[in-house]
């Protein structure tokens, strides 16, 4: 169970309902205010927050004047690379007055489903957070295609929650959680404050809450990416100032809680749903060394069999052949080869680049 006091690492998705006027097209300047304040204050209690938020297209159709018809997708492309930039103005606007700087991230699901571009894009994340910025994702919605997207801003807040290892998951709906069925229909309809489990009976729950462009049923979805990952996912009313301090004040919410920690999770999709690419040979001090937990350096490999890319899964066997861990190699097999043997400080003047250590400990999954 995580939750908003307790979580290292947060995921927040905000709809552009609750970012953009309906009435005048524009960003909700009072709104974005308000929930900034939000993020500062988890921020000086030293939580890091990342925010997955809509409203490029919304802004784009009115800089656009494509206010009044549905749009086509060339349309559609056309207002998010009109409005995107729109929408992070509004967010440095609003994160500005607290000493917070945002940072513009766009994602295609390539960059969460393909493992070499994954690997990049949590770098990215990652070096970010560390420095105290506030990344803001949002869908590519100038390349997207019908094909080829994530479909709904849920499912993509659950992609990002997975790849950097959130702790929790924050969706901002306009119900403040989940019900036993559809509130404005059923007046004997409960709500339920936390969901250890998410069961056929919970999902049945979930296709008669229809809301917003999403529905609870993607939200739904998006639980079962982030609780697969090892992230809690919590779905409360966003349509308030400050709805995360509303939560810790006793407001509404449904916690829906994971069966693993986000590192335990991570560790046990490397170690049993990836199919090995090839094999590092190590020395018997880098075998222990794995075993205590540090990363796999290239000093102790002392040889590469197989062809694999930058973000396959290799085995990391010892010299006597005993499996030691699988993991992700930061190297394609013939760069991983070059070095083989090489102190950190050579990689660089060998291969014109350095990537870290071979594997990082955070990629590896100890046999």
Not at 37 to 50: C, F, I, M, P, T
Not at 160 to 168: I, N, T
Request: charged residues 25%.
């Amino acid at each position: 169970m995580s939750d908003l006091g307790s979580a290292r690492l947060i995921v927040v998705k905000a709809g552009s309902a609750l970012l953009v006027d309906p009435l005048s097209g524009a960003a909700d300047g009072a709104w974005l205010a308000a929930f900034a304040a939000d993020l500062a204050r988890l921020r000086v209690r030293g939580q890091k927050v990342l925010v997955v938020s809509s409203g490029a297209v919304a802004l784009g159709r009115r800089r656009l004047g494509l206010r009044r018809r549905a749009l086509t997708l060339p349309e559609t492309q056309a207002a998010a690379a009109a409005g995107q930039s729109l929408l992070m103005r509004a967010w440095e606007e609003a994160l500005e007055p607290h000493g917070l700087a945002a940072a513009q991230v766009l994602l295609t699901p390539d960059d969460t489903e393909v493992r070499r571009r994954f690997l990049n894009a949590r770098a990215t994340l990652e070096t970010l957070l560390d420095l105290g910025v506030t990344p803001v994702v949002n869908e590519n919605d100038t390349v997207a295609t019908e094909e080829i997207r994530y479909g709904d801003n849920d499912r993509l807040a659950a992609r990002v929650a997975q790849m950097v290892g959130a702790d929790l998951l924050v969706l901002l709906s306009d119900v403040d959680g989940l019900y036993t069925a559809d509130p404005r229909r059923d007046p004997e309809a409960q709500h339920l404050a936390v969901v250890p489990v998410v069961t056929a009976a919970i999902e049945a729950m979930a296709g008669g809450a229809n809301e917003g462009s999403g529905g609870m049923a993607t939200k739904i979805a998006a639980v079962k990416i982030a609780g697969a990952a090892g992230c809690s996912t919590l779905i409360t009313l966003g349509r308030r100032p400050a709805p995360l301090a509303a939560v810790e004040a006793g407001e509404r919410s449904t916690l829906f809680e994971a069966a693993a920690t986000p590192a335990a999770a991570y560790k046990a999709w490397i170690a049993g749903s990836l199919s090995p690419q090839g094999t590092l040979r190590v020395d018997e001090g880098a075998a222990a060394a794995l075993r205590a937990g540090k990363s796999l350096l290239a000093a102790g490999v002392r040889s590469v069999e197989g062809r694999f890319g930058k973000g396959d899964a290799v085995v990391v066997r010892d010299l006597e052949g005993k499996e030691v861990g699988r993991g992700l190699a930061r190297y394609d097999a013939a760069d991983a080869e070059r070095i083989c043997g090489l102190r950190s400080d050579a990689i660089e003047a060998a291969l014109g680049y350095t990537a870290g250590p071979v594997i990082h400990a955070d990629d590896l999954a100890l046999a």
